[in-house]
C-alpha cells in the first residue's frame, strides 16, 4: 500500500513538472477577486457563482485601478455591470447578483486604499514636479527717525 501511494506521488509530481509554461502561469492567479497580498481573504472571496466566473471581472477591475487619475467609482460601477452581465450565465441568476451586489459593496467599503496604491504603482504614473524652494527674503528694517 505503502509502494503504491509512493509511485503515485512521483507520477503526479512528474506530471506537473512536465506541464507548459502557459497552463502554470493561469493556475497561478486562481484567485485574482479579494484584496492582494491577503491571500487568505482571497480565497474566501468568491471567484464566481453556480456557473458564473468573476475571476475576469476582477482582473479587468484591476487594471482600471491602474489607467492614471481615472475616478474610483467609474471603475467600481464598470465592475458591478461586469458581474450582473456575467451573472446572467449563472443557474441561479438572482443569487448570483446577490453575490454580486454584496462584493460591490465591499469594493467600496474597503477598496479606497487599493485603488491610490494602483494609482502610484501605475506603469503611466508620473511623480508631481518638484518646485525650487521659494525664496524668502529677510523681514524689512523700519526706521522711526531716531
Given at each position: 500500500?505503502?509502494i503504491?501511494f ?8 512528474a ?5 507548459e509554461p502557459?497552463v ?7 484567485y485574482p ?8 481573504l482571497?480565497?474566501?472571496t ?5 456557473g458564473a ?5 476582477c482582473?479587468?477591475?484591476?487594471q482600471?485601478y491602474q489607467i492614471?487619475?481615472?475616478n474610483?467609482r467609474?471603475c467600481?460601477?464598470?465592475l458591478?455591470?461586469?458581474?450582473h ?5 449563472s443557474?441561479?441568476p438572482l443569487?448570483?447578483?446577490m453575490?454580486?451586489?454584496?462584493m460591490y459593496?465591499?469594493?467600496r467599503?474597503f477598496?479606497?486604499r487599493p485603488?491610490l ?7 503611466y504614473?508620473?511623480p508631481p514636479?518638484?518646485y525650487?524652494a521659494?525664496?524668502v527674503y529677510p ?5 522711526y527717525?531716531?
Open positions: 500500500m505503502k503504491k509512493l509511485v503515485l506521488w512521483l507520477v503526479t509530481g506530471a506537473l513538472s512536465i506541464v502557459s502554470v502561469q493561469a493556475q497561478c492567479n486562481r477577486c479579494g484584496p492582494d497580498g491577503a491571500p487568505l482571497q480565497m474566501l468568491p471567484q464566481g457563482f453556480m466566473d468573476f475571476r475576469g471581472s482582473s479587468q477591475h484591476d482600471c492614471p487619475g481615472i474610483r467609474y467600481d460601477l464598470q458591478k455591470q461586469e458581474l452581465r456575467r451573472c446572467d450565465c443557474a441561479f443569487g448570483c447578483r453575490v454580486a451586489n454584496m459593496m465591499q469594493v467599503l477598496g479606497r485603488y496604491n494602483s494609482q502610484s504603482r501605475s506603469p504614473y508620473a514636479p518638484v525650487p521659494p525664496v523681514a524689512p528694517v523700519v526706521y527717525g531716531y
